[in-house]
């Protein structure tokens, strides 16, 4: 499986952005996605996760009510749409999946996407 994220940026603080994962090598009905971040100087964290049909999403507490994870499965790419961004969710984010979905904070992942760099500025 491959995944390829883009939509990163320069936003302020209060703005939006939407990030894309377009996946290949397997079919994205079979795919549970999630997205990962790395803030500079700290440790890679869970961010998001989502069954492949959608049926079952989590987020870690400090995005909830602001980030949205979804996914397209005629273009197999899944979306992390974020919105109220802070100067604390300026990191390098990731997109990654596995092939069976876990409900909770995702500690690793089957396969993992290069990394989009979101900057929020206050």
């Known amino acids: 499986v491959q995944l390829q994220a883009s939509g990163g940026g320069v936003v302020q603080a209060g703005g939006s952005l939407r990030l894309s994962c377009a996946a290949s090598?397997?079919?994205?009905?079979?795919?549970?996605m999630a997205w990962f971040r790395q803030a500079p100087g700290k440790e890679r964290e869970f961010v998001a996760a989502?069954?492949?049909?959608?049926?079952?999403?989590y987020y870690t507490d400090s995005v909830e009510g602001r980030f949205t994870i979804s996914g397209d499965m005629a273009k197999n790419t899944a979306y992390l749409e974020m919105n109220n961004l802070r100067p604390e969710d300026t990191a390098v984010y990731y997109c990654?999946?596995?092939?069976?979905?876990?409900?909770?904070?995702?500690?690793?992942?089957?396969?993992w996407g290069q990394g989009t760099l979101v900057t929020v500025s206050s």
């Open positions: 990654a999946a596995k092939g069976m979905y876990v409900h909770g904070r995702w500690s690793t992942a089957d396969w």
């Open positions: 090598g397997r079919a994205f009905n079979r795919l549970a």
């Open positions: 989502r069954s492949w049909g959608g049926t079952n999403i």
